[in-house]
DNA sequence: CAATTTTGTGACCGCATGGTCACATTTCGT
DNA sequence: ACGAAATGTGACCATGCGGTCACAAAATTG
């Protein structure tokens, strides 16, 4: 696959993927020893436990991490290409992602939803996690998303600031929604089930 | 590439890949033309101008967009596929295919920016639709996201629920709507079924 | 009927990929 | 210094890909 292939790598670090076999066990090793360090949630495993957290409002919370996973994806352009691969290709290296970062990122937002609990936070953060993620990995093909740039500071300003807008509406707004629908969601989270 | 190959699709459909590049001007011709009925973008092309939009609110507005793209997706495996490729290859292609896209949606977005001037419409909705079609893509490789199941219903009631939540906090819109709509909505949406 | 055009198929080519191999070079322990 | 690990490289193989070709079977036309 495009940039993420076994010779791809090899060439570009100047090395012989036999090396690559050798010291990481294949790509599947060098892929996880490689993404352990560039990715958000395994490497800010701090950002995510620490004291700090807990004293900032949930909203600030959950917009620091977004304004941090736009940076490390921004600038990352290795790391958008694997992001993207692990959106096509299912196998035990992704799956070994996926999982890690699951596990972090729900500690993360677990700690906010408790916090918060008014709200489907998950659901929400989950969408504006998804959109920049969305986002971030389209800006290798396409310029614009409905008209706004996606290659210049200026279109992610407005995205952030879009971001902003969104979680303005995070602590004091639910409390008007209706309590059907509330309970609705309360009783359907329960019945969560665990990855098979 | 994985699933939209010439020599897959060719398999799938159970002809020889000679009569597509006949047929279809190759993958290139095929590609576009069944995108063409398959897009929302381009296939809702009443949708996107008719009188109906005017008269809806444009919070009502944005939600029913999302929700067609919800469908959409969750019912046609290929065309996640498609879109999956879309992010992944650079060629004239999807250059092509995200022309028209951007096309349609931008006359859509445009109008609706229009009628609530006082916040950043395209950036905000941008973050929402991004986040819905990661979510969609990535339900192929996850199962969860953030604790959120992407392979059930229950998964997507919560998430579209968070995108009305989002478009409360649109300006002026949902206000108008009555409760008793909103209501109406959540329990006939409830009972629809996809399979993502 | 016969000739020509349309519709269809399997084989084939060039190329890039993931993965392995034999072999060269360097480093290191004794 | 010398033999044994460790480190490194290019060639090689099988596979799957997109794309093209020659050729067979229908269908159409006179």
Do not use: C
């Amino acid at each position: 696959m495009g940039g993420v292939g076994i010779n791809a790598i090899a060439n570009r670090a100047g090395v012989s993927k036999e090396l690559i076999y050798r010291y990481f066990d294949g790509m599947s090793g060098l892929m996880l020893a490689w993404m352990q360090e560039q990715d958000f949630w395994t490497s800010h495993r701090d950002f995510l436990a620490s004291g700090e957290s807990s004293q900032q409002p949930p909203g600030a919370l959950v917009l620091s991490m977004l304004r941090a996973q736009i940076e490390a994806l921004g600038k990352n352009e290795t790391l958008r290409e694997v992001r993207r691969w692990e959106l096509v290709e299912v196998n035990d290296v992704t799956a070994q992602l996926a999982n890690r970062r699951e596990k972090a990122a729900r500690s993360f937002i677990d700690r906010i939803d408790g916090l918060t609990p008014d709200m489907d936070v998950p659901a929400v953060v989950s969408i504006m996690l998804a959109g920049v993620l969305y986002l971030m990995l389209r800006s290798k093909t396409e310029s614009h998303f409905l008209g706004v740039p996606l290659r210049t500071n200026e279109g992610w300003e407005r995205l952030y600031a879009a971001l902003e807008h969104i979680v303005q509406a995070f602590p004091q707004d639910l409390k008007q929604e209706s309590l059907a629908t509330l309970e609705a969601r309360r009783t359907a989270t329960s019945s969560k089930s665990k990855e098979p």
